[in-house]
């Protein structure tokens, strides 16, 4: 029904105007605080006038209508400590320093997943979902790979509950990673987390890249963290290769990223897994290296004033690694799993290095790469004798288990005995245990070589080992 009076249209539009003035009236709005940049100090950015919770984002203007991404990390005497995510050039002191709106900017992002909270404000927002299979996104959910943006994915806070450590399911499942050394000797459990231990240069990357192209894992998520740059698409292309990368997501944080950007990398490739693990699938996260996130928080937190405790890590360095590597694991009730490999730097080849001491005492395992190994052209490199994985008495048969041991005490005899051996010393017939292991030990290099485009099966590893311990036919290669 239309009518001719214009009062009579102007009072309906007065008082819808009325009720929605009403409805916004009785929302609750948050206080919105700035403050102010007053210091700049190598790493580490001080602000004044912010009450913005440690680990939120923060907008710090850098003039022309650009703006620097900073997380704060700690506060004294009503200052805010800020560490910068990207380049600080431009900032200047006095400069604006803001709350991050509730949604981190991406552009090229998708949908957002739900409607804004006010309460969100500052809380760090990254991209989660089957859209990133296939992809190389960095540390902050960007894709790098050139292939257009992201689809079907959730902008998902990153700021999530750990796990009841009664209700994750025991690991009780081997899992079939294609390597033979590790397949027969030291068996991985499904849900196991496990250390690869080593210096520069021995051949870590390519043995990440062999289990995650012959590993039974439905997605396989890597984060590159703090390595050289050049390596990113060198792993991608040529190690992962096209049938891995199609199940893959890999989260790149080179070595020229601010600390925050590494750390921030290192959480991300942990939440993707577990997205994927809470959905029911089976997940391998490898991870090079565990040593670059903590030599990204000992940036951080000698920046911050925080004191040097062991060979120059503050304690942070140590409790952050447990905070990260046990988010990993079998999901609650059976539901889905991850499967951890982190590689850990060993500097000079010391195992006693803090890092690689302290990611001992907390992984499931670990697998030590060998420089001798190495240099005599054996690959992969593993040394038999000082790796453990210590759920393989779980995941295997007491025959698997047996046969296990019994090659490492001929492998370890042999070595122990190897000088007398070279120098003509050892006289046949001394002592059988060592007689056997001699006659075995050209069988057992055979066994534990492989070269990085053959795999190897759990089943026919376990069939081989049985063979080669087994008396009367150790003498004959598998």
């Given at each position: 029904m239309t009518t001719d009076n214009p009062?009579?249209?102007?009072?309906?539009?007065?008082?819808?105007?009325?009720?929605?003035?009403?409805?916004?009236?009785?929302?609750?709005?948050?206080?919105?605080?700035?403050g102010t940049l007053t210091r700049l100090a190598g790493l580490v950015l001080e602000a004044s006038g912010i009450r913005s919770p440690v680990g939120s984002q923060c907008l710090i203007d850098a003039g022309d209508g650009q703006t620097v991404l900073?997380?704060?990390?700690?506060?004294?005497?009503?200052?805010?400590?800020?560490?910068?995510?990207?380049?600080?050039?431009g900032l200047s002191p006095g400069a604006a320093v803001t709350p991050a709106p509730p949604y981190r900017p991406l552009p090229k992002l998708g949908h957002p997943g739900r409607a804004i909270n006010?309460?969100?404000?500052?809380?760090?927002?990254?991209?989660?979902?089957?859209?990133?299979?296939?992809?190389?996104?960095?540390?902050?959910?960007?894709?790098?790979?050139?292939?257009?943006?992201?689809?079907d994915?959730?902008?998902?806070?990153?700021?999530?509950?750990?796990?009841?450590?009664?209700?994750?399911e025991p690991i009780r499942t081997p899992?079939?990673?294609?390597?033979?050394?590790?397949n027969s000797l030291l068996t991985v459990g499904r849900g196991q987390r496990i250390g690869l231990f080593a210096g520069s240069g021995v051949g870590k990357s390519v043995l990440l890249g062999m289990m995650a192209r012959y590993t039974q894992a439905d997605v396989i998520v890597v984060g590159l963290i703090g390595e050289r740059g050049?390596?990113?698409?060198?792993?991608?292309?040529?190690?992962?290769?096209?049938?891995?990368?199609?199940?893959?997501?890999?989260?790149?944080?080179?070595?020229?990223?601010?600390?925050?950007?590494?750390?921030?990398?290192?959480?991300?490739?942990?939440?993707?897994?577990?997205?994927?693990?809470?959905?029911?699938?089976?997940?391998?996260?490898?991870?090079?290296?565990?040593?670059?996130?903590?030599?990204?928080?000992?940036?951080?937190?000698?920046?911050?004033?925080?004191?040097?405790?062991?060979?120059?890590?503050?304690?942070?360095c140590f409790a952050k690694l447990p905070s990260?590597?046990?988010?990993?694991?079998?999901?609650?009730?059976?539901?889905?799993?991850?499967?951890?490999?982190?590689?850990?730097?060993?500097?000079?080849?010391?195992?006693?290095?803090?890092?690689?001491?302290?990611?001992?005492?907390?992984?499931d395992g670990h697998v030590v790469l060998s420089r001798s190994l190495a240099e005599a052209g054996h690959f992969p490199a593993i040394d038999v004798e000082q790796s453990a994985s210590r759920v393989m008495n779980n995941v295997t048969t007491q025959a698997h288990w047996q046969a296990s041991r019994r090659f490492k005490a001929l492998y370890s005899r042999y070595q122990k005995t190897r000088d007398l051996i070279q120098l003509g010393v050892y006289a046949k017939g001394s002592?059988?245990?060592?007689?056997?292991?001699?006659?075995?030990?050209?069988?057992?290099?055979?066994?534990?070589?492989?070269?990085?485009?053959?795999?190897a099966p759990l089943n026919t590893c376990i069939a081989d080992l049985m063979r080669l311990v087994s008396p009367g036919l150790g003498a004959a290669r598998p």
């Open positions: 009062s009579a249209d102007l009072s309906v539009d007065w008082a819808l105007f009325l009720d929605e003035i009403g409805q916004r009236a009785r929302l609750p709005v948050p206080l919105e605080t700035r900073a997380e704060v990390v700690g506060f004294s005497a009503g200052r805010a400590f800020l560490m910068p995510a990207g380049d600080v050039r006010p309460s969100d404000k500052g809380v760090l927002r990254l991209p989660l979902g089957n859209g990133l299979l296939g992809r190389v996104v960095d540390a902050h959910g960007q894709p790098m790979d050139g292939q257009g943006p992201l689809a994915v959730d902008a998902i806070p990153m700021d999530q509950q750990p796990l009841n450590a009664m209700e994750r899992l079939d990673t294609g390597v033979r050394c590790i050049r390596e990113v698409k060198e792993f991608i292309e040529d190690i992962l290769g096209a049938d891995g990368r199609s199940r893959s997501v890999v989260v790149a944080a080179p070595a020229d990223a601010p600390p925050l950007v590494r750390m921030q990398g290192a959480a991300y490739a942990t939440a993707v897994a577990e997205h994927f693990r809470d959905q029911g699938q089976h997940v391998l996260l490898l991870m090079d290296s565990l040593t670059r996130y903590a030599m990204a928080q000992r940036e951080i937190a000698l920046a911050i004033g925080e004191p040097p405790a062991t060979k120059g890590y503050p304690p942070s990260l590597v046990e988010r990993s694991g079998n999901g609650l009730n059976g539901v889905g799993s991850i499967t951890a490999f982190y590689t850990v730097l060993s500097e000079g080849d010391d195992q006693q290095d803090p890092i690689a001491d302290a990611a001992r005492a907390i992984l002592d059988a245990e060592t007689d056997q292991a001699i006659a075995l030990f050209p069988a057992m290099q055979a066994f534990l070589a492989q070269d990085m485009n053959e795999g």
